[in-house]
């Protein structure tokens, strides 16, 4: 199942790289006018562009297997290194963000379906649909300006202070843990608003059901209720939108990384975008899609965790 | 039809509210050569990073230009994205949708395959790939921003058409010899065009929020032309010395949006027949 969509992925990203009129390597030298012919030549003959694309394809493709997708036109450094040097970053926002998202984000729901139309469900309304619409990078220009600039609370870029030598191991922790604060509270954002409002109609749907009504009136408690038989129900659907928030998530670390100054897969995106740095930007697109996959599949497999049937179906 | 999902919209005074605001600034824009106080692109070496004063309610940036007539200028690029990338978005995902549920089998698993596949790819990274590819201009941004959005449509066509392919409207058409062009938009589209018309409202919002966040980071509309994107990098790069130029721009991209959110969630009541019953 996951094969075919691998090769679909890499089929796309060489598409898109190849859709550049003259190919990469017009790009490069154009900046570089005196680049001869013969130097273009070389480089041609180098990315093998002189071959046909299906040619270009396999063996690129060959390459992809063993995790080889060559060397940046920017440092001539393997994209692969660049890449691994840079992913545990990444992640550990995103997952910060994920487990936020997750935490505040059910109880918010759950708190305002069992509240339908109190003023707590008036206000987490409203804070859902400005959350929705606020463009995450405002966000995050605006809480620089006020907790960095104005109250000097939290560092405003990168992910530790430049000189943590003197630090001992708990100052550095406090360090880093100031410096993610800000990320992972803004790209969490978004997600908290999106997330809230479906697992409060998830939970509406669910506690109009016969069964929760049977188990009000075998008379248990209604914190039981709601915990016990309501919840688990209520969640297997917000489990699959947790699951779909991923790509969002790691798209959006481009905006993040750019604005915190945080060396991640995100910023090098940007930046080789910006140099037109095509190994590299073909390494992430494709990373970055397998990570998706992954999500995905975590995803199922916690929907199985939580869902009997799926259990029993499987056995 | 129309006028009972009509009576029901007009009964949700948010949505109604993010009509209006839409409705002006699609005024806005329209009228900006008429409307904005100033050349947005006109330098004023004397007056640069100016607070908001009468002259210029809404200051001016590093530069000296005007930043009430910037962001008036600034609306006709969020409304010609919004709409030009959602109508490309439509226009594929129905193309796409109703071939995989009219003619089913291979070539539905075909091209569902294919939307899976395109689901992967975090939008900003596919997006920003072809930005470095083709050369930067607003064209470009309406033009990838819809071929990287259409899949939800496809999925939601393609769920209405299985839905009514087999229903006795349809079989007659075919009975009587209609092409499948004809079956599928004269017959069975606008029968399942509701849930894409609230999709395309939430999807005008996504629109404008992609590209803003791509002008902001210098990949989308380039100055002197201005985007509420655009004059938000220059804010960034003045945060310290001048909050206006942050904090206007910001606040049209969020009344915007969220005016083109309630509108969806409006349409999107108003449309289910599900809720009409629950009412009455």
Known sequence: MMIPLIFGITLVSFTVIHLAPGGPVEVETEMSLKASAQARENMKKLYGLDKPLHVQYTDWLGRFVKLDFGKSFVDGKKVIDKIAERIPITLKINLLSLVLIFCAAIPIGVLSATRQYSLFDRITTIFVFVGFSTPAFWLALICMFVFGVTLGWLPISGIQSIDTSGMNLSARIVDQTKHLILPVCISAFGGIAGLSRYSRSSMLEVIRQDYIRTARAKGLKELYVIRRHALRNALMPVVTILGLSVPGLIGGAVIFETIFSIPGMGQLFYQSTLSRDYPTIMGILVIGAVLTLIGNFLADLSYALIDPRIRISKE | ?280
């Open chain 2, 1 to 280: 039809m129309i006028s009972i999902v009509w009576n029901r919209f007009r009964k949700n005074r948010l949505a109604i509210a993010g009509m209006a605001v839409i409705s002006v600034i699609a005024m806005i824009a329209v009228l900006a050569p008429v409307i904005a106080p100033y050349d947005p692109a006109a330098i004023d070496v004397y007056n640069t990073l100016s607070s908001p004063t009468w002259g210029h309610p809404l200051g001016t940036d590093d530069l000296g230009r005007d930043v009430l007539s910037r962001m008036i200028w600034g609306s006709r690029v969020s409304l010609k994205v919004g709409f030009v990338a959602v109508g490309i978005a439509i226009l594929i995902g129905i193309i796409i949708g109703s071939a995989a549920g009219f003619y089913g089998g291979k070539t539905d698993a075909i091209l569902m395959r294919f939307v899976d596949i395109m689901l992967c790819f975090p939008t900003l990274f596919l997006i920003l790939a072809v930005i470095a590819v083709l050369e930067q201009s607003i064209s470009t941004i309406m033009i990838i921003i819809g071929l990287t959005s259409w899949m939800d449509v496809s999925r939601l066509v393609r769920a209405e058409i299985l839905g009514l392919k087999e229903r006795d409207f349809v079989l007659a058409a075919k009975a009587v010899g209609a092409s499948d062009f004809r079956v599928i938009f004269r017959h069975i589209l606008p029968n399942a065009l509701s849930p894409v018309f609230v999709s395309a409202t939430f999807g005008v919002a996504g629109a404008i929020l992609i590209e803003s966040g791509l002008s902001f980071l210098g990949l989308g509309v380039q100055p002197p032309d201005s985007s509420w994107g655009n004059i938000l990098a220059s804010g960034r790069e003045n945060i310290t010395v001048a909050w206006w130029m942050s904090l206007y721009p910001g606040l049209a991209i969020l009344v915007t949006v969220l005016s083109y959110n309630l509108v969806g969630e409006g349409l999107r009541d108003a449309l289910d027949p599900r809720l009409w019953r629950s009412e009455n």
